[in-house]
């Protein structure tokens, strides 16, 4: 196929990579000009942290740690949310996205509230802050911040509507069909996420919560046949 004749990015997908190469740039810049992360306001801490902030919840998705990070994900948007977007429309493509955003989030939340909980028998312990353990006060302070759990949904929704569309993905020289491409994905990240290793510092339940909330809207959507709503 010539470039020439590829299909022109859909409105929405085209903004949120506006949005996402914007932030990042001016992001970047504001760093290196006063020493100011954006992280530390826009980026998603948990629930009981004092940094915490509800915008947090939709805003931590515009920000990214590195080239690679917002080249991955911006590539996943392009290639799938491009064509998703085509086959829901912009409204119902956005409200998507946005579903796995929160569900991402949530998802998150849920698990390392049960982290906080088994180490001090509490879910929003902040009160006691001097008697937390080192582990989870330093947890409060680290935000997490990306696309790749809303990238993810678009991943399960591609997986569940086009099944057997086969996908090439590095470093492997063969193409994977996209349903078999999202099981395995998922089960990498969950067990990464069990694992926890020391130095991993990727959210990896973040992912598994896109993909989740991805999978239970799709299957919502195929059994109510919801059309009218958008």
């Not at 990015?9 to 190469?21: E, G, T």
């Not at 992360?37 to 998603?44: H, K, N, V």
């Not at 009981?48 to 948007?77: C, E, K, R, T, V």
């Not at 909980?117 to 009160?127: K, L, Q, R, Y």
Request: aromatic share 18%; proline share 5%.
């Amino acid at each position: 196929m010539r470039f020439g004749s590829m299909p022109p990015v859909p409105f929405i997908c085209k903004n949120l990579l506006y949005i996402n190469i914007g932030v990042f740039v001016v992001g970047h810049l504001i760093y290196l000009q006063s020493g100011y992360d954006i992280a530390s306001f826009l980026g998603l801490y948990y629930f009981d942290s004092p940094n915490f902030n509800p915008i947090q919840i939709f805003s931590y998705q515009f920000l990214h740690g590195g080239l690679m990070h917002i080249a991955f994900n911006m590539l996943g948007l392009y290639i799938i949310g491009s064509k998703l977007e085509r086959v829901w429309g912009e409204k119902k493509f956005l409200f998507f996205y946005l579903f796995c955003v929160a569900g991402s989030a949530i998802f998150m939340f849920t698990v390392d509230a049960i982290k906080v909980f088994e180490s001090t028998g509490f879910m929003a312990p902040w009160g006691k802050a001097d008697e937390l353990p080192r582990h989870i006060i330093a947890m409060y302070g680290i935000p997490t911040i990306g696309a790749s759990g809303a990238i993810m949904g678009l991943l399960a929704a591609f997986a569940m509507l086009f099944p057997n569309t086969e996908m090439f993905i590095l470093p492997f020289p063969f193409p994977i069909k996209a349903k078999y491409l999202a099981i395995g994905y998922g089960l990498i990240e969950i067990y990464l996420g069990v694992a926890n290793s020391r130095g991993d510092n990727v959210a990896h339940f973040a992912h598994v919560g896109g993909l989740l909330f991805g999978c239970l809207l799709v299957l919502y959507w195929n059994k109510t046949n919801r059309k009218s709503f958008f």
